[in-house]
């Protein structure tokens, strides 16, 4: 079994950071905790001006009295000069800033209140789902109003002249029934599809174009539809066609996979249809002379995308890569139309890449041990801005040249933490997986580590399967390191970044070869570092991680804790009652009514009863991905079986809790796996679990354990 490794050390990222650390404040530093998570600012949103010499961006901080994340929007120069400066406040809760053409204004949504355009304000709180549309000066001033449409507006940009703005607007049927107390609260479907993790229940509204005047807000609407929505409108140079992207075959509420580009008149009128592509095509982006759409293409839902170039007018299309094997997103087009560049995981990083449009050839564009992300291209003439983030920093904005160079960190959102923390380092490794694949895993040695202690550690799995781990920031395992914790993670078949046949080596084999990859990496990482404490083995992981993590307590009792969150256990019920219906005939081979069996004999559920390891389970009420009964089903039938389980339910969140949920919740779910190592890893049978804990410290005496 071959093992190659790359240490990461510490002093790199602070040296790459510019904040050199002497001995002594070194000492003083304190491992990071579950709470600090209320410090945290996060960067989003980067863009760059027109003439390239400014950024505007989002930081949005948390107010824990109000459990909320509090957005405003920010400027700084891309040569790296002079200070940030914030353009709206928090008071406005601002969000997707975007440069006029001339580069004076600033547009933004806004769910603030204002009794009229010039932006005095009756309140300050937003209303929820009714955000508008605001204009800021660049130099400064009060925003004004632009839009004041009842079902508010998204995904706003400028036309190419800076007179009018494309947005989506979502209208339907149920905007002229009656409002009052005798009206229907029940809901009432004829399609499959009726609810979505993210969004909840649907209702019979649909997102549609429209034009919005820049100095009136007058607006007019040029799609429309009730069996589907319009999204991703794009300005084609001259301003006088926008293109979308649409289902319009009628059944993108009855599993539909078939999505189009389409293109109308900023007037409103016929529809030409660009892609002729079978599957799912979106991402529509015009090269600058306006005579080519770039898009991506899935022709299956097992497929990844593929990058096609097809006439504006519509027209036979040609791959812009023959040999692209990634997943790209986030397409755009320099400034002369030669290239389009694009995101992609790739290996257990986040890049930007090239694709030379005339030879098909693709070139890396940005490297290091890292995730880029969130790039803006613009038409800013060589200049690009995008996040960046690794495994010891949160994403700060950078600028650089197209070819990557001349970067220049324009940001240090949360500098003042940095410095009164000690944060570990990881160490990358590869090691064969089942059939001989090389598998990529990540080890995380705890902070203060020692020569000839033992220390435990705790194996984490990904969700997905369809994502990657990485040298990307994750808090939870700064977190677990400072207590003590070594982290062992790794990227098994079905995870992105390492091709298709890769991503795909998972169809059919849940808990078959997965498994043998993630196990042969425990084993490995065991046997090189003999530090690690085999008799305190802990392992947990989310959705498919969840998933693995049940498969994996019914399958070995080398783990003496277990902590699993929005899992999967049973397939049978979980097909039907998801937001994607029948969403695993791809893993499957075939849906539940012709696989039965297969999809029964990978359930966890089936091996209940052979259980030996303490399980912890976290779901979500309002969980649309994973429902809460699968959760519960685990739990029931653990009891059932004698076996030792709890179950904590967080009340408003969804599938996205440890992503997105309410602050105080992502803290407590932090926490509760805390609690749960501390107890059954380090035996400390006085561990009181969160909710037990006096107002205030939760997690205070977790955070002193384990050290």
Known sequence: MRLRTSFVSASLFVAASGCPVAAQQQAARRGITAEDYYSYHF????????????????????????????????????????????????????????????????????GRVSTDSTG??????????????????????????????????????WSPTGDRFVCLVRTGPGDSVNTGPNRSDVRHYSHISYKFNDSGWFDDKRSHLWVVDAATGSARQITSGDDWNDTEPQWSPDGTRIAFVSDRSGKEYDESRNRDVWTVPTLGGALTKVSTAPGRNTSPEWSPDGRTIAYLNSEDEDAAPIVLLAPAGGGSFRRAAPGLDMNPTNLQWDEDGRALYFETVMRGENHLYRIDVQLGGISAVTSGARAVHSVDLGRARGRMVYLANDFQHLDDVYAAGLDGKAEKKLTDVNGDLWKQLDLASVERMTYKGADGWDIDGFLVKPMGWKAGTKYPMILSIHGGPAGQYGVDWYNEFQVDAAKGYAVFFSNPRGSTGYGQKFERGIANQWGGNDYIDVMNGVRVVLGANPWLDTARLGVTGGSYGGYLTNWIVGHTSLFKAAVTLRSVVNFISDEGTRDGAYGHTRDFGGDLFDRFDLYWDRSPLKYAKDVTTPILILHSDNDF??????????????????????IVMFPRENHNLTRTGE???????????????????????????????PSGEQGAKAAQSGN
């Open 43 to 110: 960067a989003a949103d980067p863009r760059i001006s027109p003439d390239g010499k400014q950024v505007a961006y989002v930081v949005s901080r948390i107010d824990r009295a109000r459990n909320r994340r509090v957005p405003s929007i920010w400027i700084a120069s891309t040569d790296g000069s002079g200070a940030s400066r914030e353009l709206v406040g928090e008071a406005w809760t601002p969000g997707a800033p975007r440069w006029s053409p001339d580069g004076r204004t600033i547009a933004f949504s806004s």
């Open 120 to 157: 005095s304000t009756g309140k300050q709180e937003p209303a929820p789902g009714k955000s508008q549309l605001w204009a800021a000066p660049f130099s400064g001033g009060t925003p004004r109003r632009i839009t004041n449409i009842g079902n508010g507006v998204s995904s706003c940009s």
């Open 625 to 646: 991905r994973v429902p809460l009964e699968q959760g519960e089903q685990w739990f029931r039938a653990l009891k059932h079986f004698g076996k030792n389980a709890e």
């Open 663 to 693: 602050p105080k919740h992502i803290v407590e779910s932090l926490n509760w796996q805390l609690y749960w190592f501390d107890k059954y890893l380090n035996g400390n049978t006085a561990a009181l679990p969160p909710d037990r804990q």
